[in-house]
């Protein structure tokens, strides 16, 4: 098997950067479920699950759907973060796959914060 060399590493980055960054012009949007230990117990499989057939059934392919580990509010779990380009990120939280269509709908899709469901917006508090 061939070495890998530095310029090899450099262009593996920047094809990922290009299919998961906002800023990179991957996709319009981000929906990242939280899916740490506490996340998992409180339902954040079903959401991810949930998010899934929607993309599938819908054919959304502008849209980033990725998880990551816990976002540090276990108590509000499960949560999501959804990132719009150039817009500030809103964190969701207490979800259910029912609520998770309609920010998915709403926000995602329509461009307007679901706020009943929204913990905060960046740094700000939303409701």
């Known amino acids: 098997m061939p070495r890998?060399?530095?310029e090899d590493l450099d262009t593996i980055e920047e094809r990922?950067?290009?299919s998961t960054f906002l800023s990179e012009g991957a996709a319009r949007?981000?929906?990242t479920v939280h899916m740490g230990t506490c996340g998992i117990a409180a339902g954040a499989k079903?959401?991810?699950k949930a998010l899934a057939e929607e993309f599938e059934q819908r054919n959304i392919r502008d849209?980033?759907?990725t998880t990551s580990g816990c976002a540090g509010l276990c108590?509000?779990?499960p949560m999501c973060t959804v990132e719009l380009?150039?817009?500030?990120?809103?964190?969701?939280v207490e979800l259910t796959p029912d609520k998770m269509r309609r920010i998915?709908?709403?926000?995602?899709l329509s461009g307007k914060i679901v706020r009943e469901y929204a913990l905060a917006r960046g740094c700000e508090r939303v409701y």
């Open 16 to 18: 990922v950067r290009k």
């Open 29 to 31: 949007a981000k929906v």
């Open 4 to 6: 890998i060399k530095v």
């Open 85 to 92: 380009s150039g817009e500030a990120p809103v964190q969701y």
């Open 63 to 65: 849209v980033i759907l």
């Open 104 to 108: 998915l709908q709403e926000h995602v």
């Open 75 to 77: 108590s509000r779990e």
């Open 46 to 48: 079903q959401i991810m």
